[in-house]
């Protein structure tokens, strides 16, 4: 029986409020608008930014919401005005638009979009479509969306602009890393840091995104990757990957950053922070060579305080920059990650150290505030 142009009713995870457990709920989807898509969700997983928009530390959340940005699924039905999409299609939603038509997407040098509206935060941006109003209601209320993606829902309502198609084989329940975390920390390393061959890198942090990192540093040709955790247990895999050193902080006797100037005769040339927080970026930062040195920051963390630069350390030829989706422009670049997947140029399986059924997500949380995962898939 056709679903076109009806509610539907689904099963979602809903955050009431901040600090709590996520709800699972019987929620209504409405139909897509105009230049809308409506997906079902067939898989999606936790990432430190669902989170982080949830932690009672982050002042700009908005509630209820449904949370979850990292997913894959089938298209469900189209709204009008949609000529890219049809029913039965492999997509892959992001939070990065690209309409193709504004003066950031005409730039080669930037993954930005016009579309954004908040140019502030990314995160708390696209909470309602572009109507302003929302097409999730639970309980007779409506229920905000998260960076126009909400994932933690059996159905979920996109922009047109904000999805990808993808190969009919490709296996959602690997390829729906793409919509971020992997996407993030290989485009950190190829495309904002650009990493050169030869090069000495430091990677702060071995979550997902980290490790993807890692990937974008052996791809780039780096010949030594030092990477920085508090969890031994993930030095394995790392080195696996391409890691040629391996720091616990917590097992130094100094600074982190001092023990990487020392190993490297002066810091590397690339240092990637995927962790977040004051502490992180500036022991990045120090980490990097004068004359040259590049601090990539990819990590966020809520209720942290700014990093403090003098312009002395950037005289010295250091350069600080960031990334946004690792810099790809999403609708052009996310189907060539996924047939690079396909093609082994790099393996997704690796990340994928727990699959849950939907109903456990806040299993999936403490799984990953915990660090005993890397990535848990969610499957409806």
């Known amino acids: 029986m056709s679903t076109k142009g009806k509610v539907i009713k689904c099963k979602a995870a809903v955050a009431w409020e901040a600090g709590k457990p996520l709800s699972i709920e019987e929620i209504e989807v409405a139909p897509p608008k105009a230049h809308e898509v409506r997906i079902q969700v067939m898989a999606t997983s936790v990432c430190h930014t669902d989170a982080l928009n949830i932690d009672p530390n982050f002042k700009n959340g908005v509630f209820p919401v449904i949370v979850g940005h990292e997913c894959a699924g089938i298209v469900e039905s189209i709204g009008p005005g949609v000529t890219n999409f049809k029913p039965g299609d492999k997509v892959i939603p992001f939070y990065t638009p690209q309409c193709k038509k504004c003066k950031f997407c005409l730039n080669p040098h930037t993954n930005f979009c016009g579309k954004l509206r908040n140019l502030k935060n990314p995160t708390v941006d696209q909470e309602l479509m572009e109507d302003k109003t929302s097409r999730f209601t639970c309980k007779g209320k409506p229920i905000y969306h998260f960076m126009g993606v909400s994932s933690f829902s059996q159905y979920t309502v996109v922009s047109d602009v904000n999805l990808a198609k993808i190969h009919d084989d490709a296996n959602l329940e690997r390829v729906c890393l793409l919509g971020c975390g992997f996407s993030t920390g290989y485009g950190a390393a190829i495309n904002t ?18 490790l993807s990192a890692v990937i974008g540093c052996k791809v780039a040709g780096a010949s030594r990757i030092i990477v920085t955790d508090i969890n031994n247990e993930k030095f ?63 990590g966020v963390k809520a209720g942290d305080k700014a990093l403090d630069v003098s312009p002395e350390e950037l005289i010295m030829g250091r350069t600080l920059n960031a990334t946004l989706f690792g810099g790809w422009k999403s609708v052009d670049s996310v ?31 403490d799984l990953m505030n915990q660090g005993k995962s890397i990535r848990t898939i969610l499957t409806f």
Not at 252 to 261: A, H, M, N
Not at 340 to 365: G, I, Q, R, S, W
Request: charged share 20%.
């Open 236 to 298: 394995t895999l790392a080195k696996a990957l391409g890691a040629t050193d391996c720091l616990n902080p917590r097992e130094l006797d100094r600074p982190i950053q001092e023990v990487i100037i020392e190993m490297t005769n002066g810091g590397v040339d690339f240092a990637i922070e995927c962790i977040g927080g004051y502490q992180h970026m500036r022991a990045a930062l120090d980490s990097t060579s004068v004359g040259g040195g590049t601090c990539t920051l990819v």
């Open 335 to 365: 189907p060539k990650l996924v047939n690079d997947y396909m093609n082994k140029k790099f393996n997704l399986d690796l990340f994928v150290t727990h699959t849950l059924p939907f109903d456990k997500v806040n299993e999936a949380y």
């Open 193 to 210: 840091a650009k990493v050169t061959p030869g090069s000495t890198c430091a990677i702060f942090g071995l979550g997902g995104v980290g």
